[in-house]
């Protein structure tokens, strides 16, 4: 009988792993995750769960957030204007204005990040990440309507040790990694961990400056101060800055086969001058007007393009252990400095730029009460509070033939959050549980509106006109809940059904003219699912489908060199997931991850299309993109990776590598600028001496070269692309104390 019910999920292994016989091999280490806001084997969660050791993450290439979707099925890690936009399963947030908060939440050691230009980061100590997927809104709230990435760091430890990297690779970079951490006291322990990286060499030129872009530089401390006053209390102070520079994700140029939008410039020079003819100032322009250089590193815009950030943060983590129950209190401090300059429209002719700076400043506070009892009901109530503010100081927008700002932004939105939340599981007999959970949550969101035009002599348009100075307010009260229930088959195999729903807050958009703001888009979730750990626990097989019904959705219009959201649609997406680790041997490890998605926007009676022209830029107008499928999804992804280990006289050596599929999808709802379908693989050698202190490694990521873009739209400015990653390689050196 056990080899029946475990046939149907053989199959499905071997479509991944064709092998002839399996052979006892060593078990699986327990994965922990947090998921449900306490420790849990992440095969007992009935939540989609991606959870990555810190090891595995060293093993596979995984140094920075943009990495984590060649591992996780349905995540589609991205930057726009230097900011973090992941996508997963279909949901996520093309803005990266200030203010604005993405549909996939990050979380660090359970704080909440807001702001999207600070969640791109290098890691260092971290001890795990977790990816959970669909609606988190019960326990984690606003904005995570798709989902959240949760890191979590090291703790102190209270035995001494740490280690050192150096490492050097092409594009002159070189980088180097402290860990240091020990006891300070009996109960005092404290760590401290240092990184910095630095891309002295670009990817590719400006050809009108002549300088490098696609360049990086990063520097980021952190520390933690853990005191255990007595067995039953635990007091953590978390320390952190970040420093980095660069135009990554802000350097774009001109899409392959379409045209700048200077060539509008160079149309009414002509029209203007002594041979107005339409025909022939159109050819002028379309010979004239900025297009792909040829290569897809380099750009040609008139001005370099740069985003520089500082982040700093505090938080202060006190627990206790009562007779039934644990008390948990997270308390912490963020502030966001951002610094941009981005050429809007990706052209030669500085046809349309912004110079922006923003300031985010954030305060919140939770406090969570958990069971800790054996029977058969265990629950968690808790309560957030959220202080956020969020100011342009200033938005700068230019355009062509004025030598002053076109509009000047200093917008400010303050955003105050309350939520309370219950959530509990009961043991309906001894496999079966039931998980009921809801949340409220209220946000209060104020504008103070600064906005002023310009006319061409550098004049400010009439007061009432477009100079605008108002105070507007807005309140939602959204509640989200989860509904869930799981059956362990037997030892190996648990399976689970849910229904779930998450909201994104409403938002003022701060560099637009001042509006009604956007409302709240939400997100109904339905997800069958499976975890087994099946041959002798040696083979981990999880999986899940799924179906979003997705309403109100945020997409980001760009008009006027200003991109702002809108409520534009309705939405549907279902798929399926699979994830797949086999221990093959103690020698040979094997993973694998699948994820196949339909998407279509239902109700989409009024959404942009940008139509080329054949001077350059495009036509804006209107119609129903009803039918057409969901920006930033593919419909396959496919990523399969391989690690062997062997002992040598000296040490250990590994060989591992990991290649991802991922088909195409489309940058915007209107359907016509599509990222094609790409192929990464990461490689990586490495030899550690035999008493562990050392060990070195090669390592190459996108070793075949692969042409494709974290970042693409379009506008009237024209349509345009950011490159990824380039192939990369070098060798580094760990050592450990």
Not at 665 to 670: G, H
């Amino acid at each position: 009988m056990k080899t029946k019910r475990y046939s149907s999920f053989c199959r499905a292994w071997l479509l991944l792993f064709p092998v002839t016989a399996v052979n006892a091999g060593p078990v699986l280490e327990e994965v922990v995750v947090t998921a449900q806001k306490r420790a849990e084997n992440q095969q007992e969660v009935p939540v989609a769960i991606s959870a990555f050791t810190a090891a595995t993450l060293e093993q596979k290439g995984i140094t920075t957030t943009d990495d984590l979707s060649i591992v996780t099925p349905g995540l589609q890690a991205g930057r726009q204007t230097s900011s973090s936009t992941p996508y997963l399963r279909g949901v996520g947030t093309q803005s990266a204005a200030a203010g604005d908060e993405s549909s996939i939440a990050m979380y660090v050691d359970g704080v909440y990040s807001p702001t999207t230009r600070s969640n791109t980061m290098s890691f260092n100590n971290v001890e795990r990440i977790e990816v959970l997927k669909g609606p988190q809104g019960t326990l984690f709230g606003r904005n995570a309507t798709g989902g959240l990435i949760h890191v979590i760091t090291k703790d102190p430890s209270t035995e001494f040790g740490g280690k050192l990297e150096g490492s050097i690779g092409n594009y002159n970079t070189v980088g180097s990694k402290l860990y240091i951490t020990g006891p300070l006291s009996d109960t005092l322990a404290a760590d401290l961990a240092v990184l910095y990286e630095d891309q002295d060499k670009g990817w590719g030129k400006n050809r009108v400056t002549g300088n490098d872009v696609n360049l990086a530089s990063t520097t980021a401390l952190r520390s933690k101060f853990l005191l255990m006053p007595s067995d039953k209390t635990e007091i953590k102070l978390g320390l952190s800055y970040t420093d980095s520079e660069g135009d990554i994700g802000m350097a774009r140029q001109v899409a392959p086969g379409f045209l700048g939008a200077d060539g509008a410039v160079y149309y009414q020079g002509c029209l203007a001058g002594p041979n107005p003819d339409p025909a022939t100032c159109g050819a002028f322009a379309a010979q004239n007007a900025s297009r792909y250089t040829g290569d897809w590193y380099d750009v040609a815009t008139e001005k370099d393009v740069f985003s520089n950030a500082e982040d700093s943060g505090v938080s202060l983590h006190v627990s206790h252990s009562f007779e039934h129950f644990d008390l948990l209190s997270i308390s912490a401090w963020q502030d966001n400095d951002i610094e941009q300059f981005m050429d809007v429209d990706a052209s030669a002719l500085l046809f349309q730029s912004a110079d922006l700076s923003y300031t985010t400043e954030t305060v919140t506070q939770e406090f969570q009460l958990t069971s800790t009892n054996d029977g058969p009901f265990n629950w968690i109530v808790g309560f957030f509070y959220m202080d956020s503010t969020a100011d342009y100081a200033p938005f700068e927008l230019y355009v062509v033939g004025m030598p002053s700002p076109f509009l000047t932004s200093t917008n400010a939105q303050d955003t105050t959050s309350y939520s309370v939340f219950l959530q509990g599981d009961y043991l309906l007999t001894d496999t079966t549980k039931l998980t009921l959970g809801v949340r409220g949550t209220k946000d209060e969101r104020k504008l103070d509106a600064d906005l002023t035009f310009y006319n061409a002599d550098g004049s400010m348009m009439p007061v009432g006109y477009y100079t605008v100075t108002d105070e507007l307010e807005e309140d939602w009260v959204e509640p989200t809940w989860r509904v869930s229930l799981d059956h362990q088959l037997n030892d190996d195999m648990l399976l689970f059904a849910s229904i779930s729903r998450g909201f994104k807050s409403g938002v003022y958009n701060l560099a637009g003219f001042p509006a009604d703001p956007v409302d709240p888009e939400t997100l109904d979730a339905y997800e069958v699912g499976f975890k087994s750990d099946l041959l002798a626990s040696s083979l981990r097989l999880n999986g899940s489908v799924f179906f979003y019904d997705y309403k109100d959705v945020q997409l980001q219009r760009v008009e006027q060199g200003s991109a702002f959201l809108v409520n534009a649609a309705a939405a549907e997406i279902y798929g399926l997931e699979l994830d797949a680790l086999w221990l093959v041997s103690e020698a040979l490890t094997l993973t694998a991850g699948l994820s196949v998605t339909e998407s279509e926007y239902t109700d989409y009676p009024d959404g942009t299309v940008n139509t080329p022209i054949g001077i350059g830029g495009n036509a804006q107008s209107s119609a129903d993109l009803s039918g057409n499928k969901v920006i930033r999804t593919p419909d396959f992804t496919f990523n399969f990776g391989v690690s062997y280990a062997w002992q040598v006289a000296a040490g250990e050596v590994v060989a591992s590598a990991n290649y991802y599929y991922n088909d195409g999808y489309f940058w915007e709802p209107e359907n016509r600028h599509e990222q094609p379908s790409y192929e990464l693989v990461n490689a990586d050698l490495s030899f550690t001496t035999a008493d562990e202190e050392w060990k070195f490694k090669f390592f190459v990521k996108n070793l075949m070269d692969e042409e494709y873009s974290y970042y693409g739209n379009s506008s009237a400015a024209g349509d345009a692309v950011s490159a990824a990653p380039p192939r990369t390689f070098g060798v580094a050196a760990e050592y450990r104390f």
